[in-house]
């Protein structure tokens, strides 16, 4: 899939930089429509709550916000002014909902979504867990971007995290979008490999597929050994040098990740190059 749509959330001034870094440039690759979105938050009064506040206290919360705003509309206005792909930057007022709301509305008509790791010194309360509301809600593929973020540009050399479930295979085509022309890909299974490697037809069939898209593509199986998942998607990461992650996100239940845990919040906390999560 081409990527002609590309909605960038745009949470704060410290994150706006890194995130521009990452974007620019895929646009530019793909001559995209760039979105540079921005929620303003509401001061909310509410009716079952008897207090004043005081019209100075509404002054200088407006002025924090537009100052913001002003600043992140400045970083983007920087950074696409001398492309040649079409930008806009979108400042939307959260009114009587949370941010991550009005992102997963506008990231419906994305066909990739852009955000930083959360920040909590940083991020409005708002802004909070914004990312796995987006990758649960918005149906749409989405690129997670690791804070102060300074990497090579996302696209010659990937590493798909596979397992047999529909979200890595969501996953899988989502990346193709992503892939220079010739690109590295590898396809890497986690867990204990087969004695016959022709018996994990699936992933062989998977790299065939990618392979027809005229990438290098490897298939590799890792023991875990003592690390979780993402740790060794992350070490593979390292070791190949890879400018992204793709993986299938949230594949259990609310219940199941908030008892166990997983390796979506595991690779969202721990990130080390933009990771791609695809459900």
Not at 2 to 29: D, F, G, Q
Not at 55 to 63: L, Y
Not at 91 to 107: I, K, P
């Amino acid at each position: 899939m081409e990527l002609k749509t590309i909605l960038l959330c745009l949470t704060t001034t410290k994150n706006t930089e890194t995130l521009l870094k990452v974007a620019v440039p895929l646009a530019r690759k793909n001559n995209a429509h760039l979105i540079g979105l921005h929620t303003v938050e509401a001061l909310l009064v509410y009716p079952g709550i008897a207090m004043h506040i005081p019209d100075p206290a509404f002054a200088t919360f407006n002025a924090s916000q537009k100052s913001e705003s002003e600043a992140i509309k400045k970083a983007f206005d920087k950074h696409t002014e001398n492309e040649d792909f079409i930008s806009e930057f979108r400042l939307v007022r959260t009114e009587a909902v949370s941010a991550s709301v009005r992102m997963v509305e506008c990231a419906r008509a994305a066909d990739l979504v852009i955000m930083a790791q959360e920040d909590r010194e940083n991020d409005r309360y708002d802004q909070r867990h914004a990312q796995i509301q987006v990758i649960r809600e918005s149906g749409r593929p989405v690129i997670v971007v690791p804070q102060d973020y300074d990497g090579p540009e996302i696209g010659a050399n990937l590493l798909l995290g596979w397992s047999d479930t529909r979200e890595a295979a969501r996953a899988a085509h989502d990346v193709l979008g992503l892939a220079d022309a010739g690109a590295n890909l590898t396809v890497l299974r986690v867990g204990k490999a087969s004695q016959d490697a022709l018996n994990d037809g699936v992933a062989i069939d998977v790299v065939e597929m990618i392979a027809r898209h005229d990438l290098k593509v490897t298939l590799e199986h890792r023991e875990p050994l003592d690390l979780n998942i993402a740790e060794v998607l992350n070490k593979k990461a390292f070791e190949l040098g890879a400018d992204l992650i793709a993986t299938g996100a949230f594949g259990h239940s609310r219940a199941y990740d908030f008892v166990v845990g997983a390796t979506t919040h595991a690779l969202m906390r721990d990130q080390k190059v933009p990771v791609l999560f695809s459900k």
